[in-house]
């Protein structure tokens, strides 16, 4: 089903420029009779460059639209720069996206921080934002950013859906929580206290790191003495810790007993 729903996300998101009204308009940035330019950025190197392979399948989805005859005739270019999961270079790639190679919008650029980083600049330039691909709870402020349109689900809701579903389990667990010390990260946080309330002081040991540390060992030390029964990350898949004896680590949020 997420296959399906993220194909057809993608069509849609091709499809918006293909529409009659807009096709006549030949002043319209990144489009013309024969392509239509879509830009984005992903860490293809860097402390999150598993996510690379995000940017990998969206290649070879357009390549698939191409080899059926495009979007009303007219073929994509996808245009996509590794930003090293840092938000200046971010920035950097961003614009030379919009400004040197004229993309028609931006697609699925990946990242937290790093779209927190363009997001000011492409609303000032009224270049279409699309489908983030992050699941801050900070998208979809339509007033402010009208531009920028998010899809993937809110962080905050899961870490919600987790916590909920420790307190199912496991009635009197305690929770270790290891977040990324960021607006990824620190949804996570806002999530788990939403449902615990003022229990979660009892309840749960928070330890925080950095995108660009290269280990998590001292952290996972910490929440290993805390006595915790579950652990829940909001971390990246390159960063599980050399070696664990009472738990695991994995990509993304999840909630390990």
């Known amino acids: 089903m997420m296959t399906l729903t993220r194909r057809h996300l993608l069509a849609t998101g091709t499809a918006f420029v293909a529409a009659p009204a807009i096709a006549r308009a030949q002043d319209l940035p990144g489009v013309t009779a024969t392509e239509i330019r879509i830009g984005n950025t992903m860490p293809y190197s860097g402390p999150a460059s598993a996510y690379g392979s995000i940017g990998r399948s969206h290649q070879h989805f357009f390549k698939m639209i191409n080899d059926q005859g495009g979007i009303a005739g007219r073929k994509i270019n996808f245009i996509t720069y590794d930003d090293n999961y840092s938000p200046p270079k971010t920035v950097e790639q961003v614009r030379r996206l919009v400004e040197q190679d004229k993309v028609a919008f931006l697609f699925n650029t990946l990242g937290t921080a790093t779209n927190s980083a363009i997001v000011r600049y492409v609303n000032q330039r009224k270049v279409p934002h699309l489908f983030l691909s992050t699941g801050a709870d900070k998208w979809g402020n339509y007033q402010e950013t009208p531009w920028t349109m998010g899809w993937q689900p809110s962080y905050r809701t899961e870490a919600q859906i987790y916590t909920k579903h420790m307190l199912e389990q496991k009635p009197g667990a305690k929770l270790a929580l290891l977040y990324q010390n960021d607006d990824f990260g ?72």
């Open 186 to 257: 620190k949804d996570y946080v806002a999530g788990v206290k939403d449902v615990l309330g003022a229990k979660y002081d009892s309840i749960v040991r928070a330890v925080s790191h950095e995108a660009t540390d290269p280990t998590i060992d001292s952290q996972v030390v910490t929440l290993q003495g805390s006595g915790a029964d579950v652990l829940l990350t909001a971390t990246t898949p390159k960063l599980p810790p050399r070696r664990s004896r009472r738990s695991s680590m994995s990509a993304g949020g999840r909630c390990i007993s």
